[in-house]
């Protein structure tokens, strides 16, 4: 029972804030005014072509390059799966 008592309070708290501070101008309120005062002249900018600026990609006619592979000495086993893009760090190698 008390914690509805305290819920309703605090509600009913809210509701006169809420309804009181326009009046009183605590500064709760929000009023949209103009920034810019009356008679002078507004400016806008369009942002919309920005993105422009980016390169382009590089477009590639055939075959990509293919980095040469890199060998595994004699004896040495990989550290991950040979499938894998760090397949060819050596692991372990037997002597």
């Known amino acids: 029972m008390r914690g509805v008592f305290t ?3 605090g509600m009913a708290a809210g509701l ?3 309804l009181v501070a326009p009046q009183v101008d ?10 810019v005062p009356a008679g002078m ?3 806008s900018v369009n942002r919309g072509h ?3 600026r980016l390169d382009m990609p590089e477009v ?6 293919v980095p040469p592979a890199k060998l595994l000495m004699h004896g040495c086993e990989p550290a991950a799966s040979p499938l894998s893009a760090s397949g060819q ?7």
């Open 89 to 95: 760090v050596p692991g372990r190698c037997a002597a």
């Open 26 to 35: 605590w500064g709760f309120a929000v009023g949209a005014r103009p920034l």
């Open 7 to 9: 819920l309703f309070a």
């Open 60 to 65: 590639r006619v055939g075959k990509q390059p």
């Open 16 to 18: 006169v804030v809420g």
């Open 41 to 43: 002249t507004t400016q």
């Open 50 to 52: 920005k993105g422009d």
